[in-house]
């Protein structure tokens, strides 16, 4: 088979380095009665280790070359290969407890992120590798400047921890960033429950659209003074101080507020 050039707009950097890769392998502890989601597969440096283990794979891959060297390399009864694209996948129409996985092209990451907290309620777990700077994002604690957008609708759904940092010289070509592994699990469904999802998405958006603004400023149209009083938040922080569960909070009261 010919060299396969890596492609800049897939996001291509593969792995090489064998002892990260079973460092991967190892935190995803895959089972054979998993159903294993991967994204991203490229020429398999996580794809063929992960088979050692399972019966069979999911694989969701956008890079035509690349899916008829899968094609060629395993056979239909090992991988159901989605050609297309993971932005846009289904990933509900794979069943239940789903455990997804993926060194993630780092061009669509928070995109991809973002659509695959839709598909919570299917999933297991997910394991990937992704820019340390988007994983930081992903784990940051209230009061943090990398505390956000990406950091609440995430952990809101899914208990994040950071697993370990990959140097750029583990891959080919070698991306310009640290990365890192990251887990996610699912919280279950709690006290934290928002009455209305497209709603927090709104709340969240609007408060950090303007991060140095106070919540004042920025959700005064939503809340007025009596609203800031009732939930007992301070109308003068600013949207990264909050807990996640304060993002809930907020969006529950406007909730009930509107509703007839
Ligand atoms: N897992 C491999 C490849 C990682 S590179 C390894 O670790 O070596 C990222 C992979 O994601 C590439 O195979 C790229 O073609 C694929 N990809 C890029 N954009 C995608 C998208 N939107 N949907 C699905 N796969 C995509």
């Given at each position: 088979?010919?060299?396969?050039?890596?492609?800049?707009?897939?996001?291509?950097?593969?792995?090489?380095?064998h002892?990260?890769?079973n460092?991967i392998?190892?935190?995803?502890?895959?089972?054979?009665?998993?159903?294993?989601?991967?994204?991203?597969?490229?020429?398999?440096?996580?794809?063929?280790?992960?088979?050692?283990?399972?019966?069979?794979?999911?694989?969701?891959?956008?890079?035509?070359?690349?899916?008829a060297?899968?094609?060629?390399?395993?056979?239909?009864?090992?991988?159901?290969?989605?050609?297309?694209d993971?932005?846009?996948?289904?990933?509900?129409?794979l069943?239940?407890?789903?455990?997804?996985?993926?060194?993630?092209?780092?061009?669509?990451?928070?995109?991809?992120?973002?659509?695959?907290?839709?598909?919570?309620?299917?999933?297991?777990?997910?394991?990937?590798?992704?820019q340390?700077?988007?994983?930081?994002?992903?784990?940051?604690?209230?009061?943090?400047?990398?505390?956000?957008?990406?950091?609440?609708?995430?952990?809101?759904?899914?208990?994040?921890?950071t697993?370990?940092?990959?140097?750029?010289?583990?891959?080919?070509?070698?991306?310009?960033?640290?990365?890192?592994?990251?887990?996610?699990?699912?919280?279950?469904?709690?006290?934290?429950?928002?009455?209305?999802?497209?709603?927090?998405?709104?709340?969240?958006?609007?408060?950090?659209?303007?991060?140095?603004?106070?919540?004042?400023?920025?959700?005064?149209?939503?809340?007025?003074?009596?609203?800031?009083?009732?939930?007992?938040?301070?109308?003068?922080?600013?949207?990264?101080t909050?807990?996640?569960?304060?993002?809930?909070?907020?969006?529950?009261?406007?909730?009930?507020?509107?509703?007839?």
């Amino acid at each position: 088979m010919s060299k396969h050039i890596p492609r800049k707009r897939f996001g291509q950097h593969f792995l090489t380095d064998h002892d990260v890769i079973n460092a991967i392998v190892h935190a995803i502890r895959p089972r054979s009665g998993d159903t294993v989601v991967e994204i991203g597969p490229g020429l398999g440096a996580l794809t063929r280790p992960l088979l050692e283990h399972l019966p069979h794979l999911h694989l969701v891959e956008l890079d035509r070359d690349i899916i008829a060297r899968l094609q060629r390399a395993y056979p239909s009864e090992r991988v159901t290969i989605h050609a297309g694209d993971a932005l846009l996948f289904e990933f509900g129409t794979l069943g239940e407890n789903l455990r997804i996985v993926g060194n993630l092209p780092y061009n669509i990451s928070t995109p991809l992120l973002f659509h695959l907290a839709d598909f919570a309620p299917h999933i297991a777990d997910m394991h990937f590798m992704l820019q340390k700077e988007v994983v930081d994002r992903m784990a940051a604690d209230p009061g943090t400047r990398d505390f956000g957008r990406l950091t609440v609708m995430l952990q809101y759904r899914f208990s994040i921890e950071t697993l370990f940092d990959v140097a750029a010289d583990a891959f080919d070509p070698p991306p310009k960033v640290v990365s890192a592994v990251v887990r996610l699990v699912p919280r279950a469904a709690s006290d934290m429950d928002a009455l209305d999802l497209g709603l927090l998405e709104n709340v969240v958006a609007t408060a950090f659209g303007q991060r140095r603004k106070t919540l004042r400023n920025t959700l005064g149209s939503l809340l007025s003074a009596d609203d800031f009083n009732q939930l007992d938040i301070d109308p003068t922080r600013r949207a990264e101080t909050l807990a996640v569960a304060d993002f809930v909070r907020i969006a529950n009261h406007i909730y009930r507020k509107e509703a007839p």
